[in-house]
């Protein structure tokens, strides 16, 4: 299908991509090489006259590993059965740490983040914390520096 449409006839319309707007759009084709293929087209919503670009080969996007690891597993660890009321209480009676990209955290910590406010330290890893706060779990860098 590309061949037939690489051998559009001149004053003829194509479609393809306007090196000025940036988008897929109707041409008008100018002239051809000597083996009879488009070699230049002239955009019609913007009237820039550019080479040809053929339509890329589509090659087969590769498969992701698989790692026994589902998208589930990759999302911020959040405590089962902990709803708002249960996370509220866990927040009362604990001195906050003031969050800090320097500081290093432990599980069940208290931090008070200075954008998302109080939050729950329910993951830690090398050089980041997994942090629930009231709108949500978050992940943040830690230990940076």
């Known amino acids: 299908m590309t061949q ?5 006839p001149v004053a003829q319309s194509i479609t393809t991509s306007c090196t000025k707007c940036k988008m897929e759009l ?3 084709v100018i ?22 670009h053929p339509e890329k080969k589509k ?28 996370f509220s209480e866990r927040l009362k009676n604990r001195e906050p740490v003031p969050y800090s990209l320097s500081g290093s955290f ?17 993951k830690v890893s ?8 009231f709108d949500g779990p978050r992940t943040l860098v830690c230990d940076w520096g």
């Not at 037939?4 to 559009?8: A, G, L, P, S, V």
């Not at 992701?64 to 902990?82: F, I, N, Q, Y």
């Open 59 to 86: 090659t087969p996007r590769k498969t992701a590993r698989v790692t026994g690891r589902t998208a589930a597993s990759r999302k911020v660890p959040v405590p089962a059965a902990l709803d708002f009321e249960q």
């Open 26 to 28: 109707s041409h008008i």
């Open 31 to 52: 002239c051809h090489t000597m083996e009879g293929i488009v070699a230049r087209v002239k955009c019609r919503t913007c009237g820039s006259e550019h080479k040809y």
């Open 4 to 8: 037939n449409k690489d051998r559009t």
């Open 106 to 122: 432990k599980v069940d910590d208290v931090i008070n983040h200075a954008t998302h406010g109080m939050g729950l330290v329910t």
């Open 126 to 133: 090398r050089q980041r914390v997994w942090v629930l706060f």
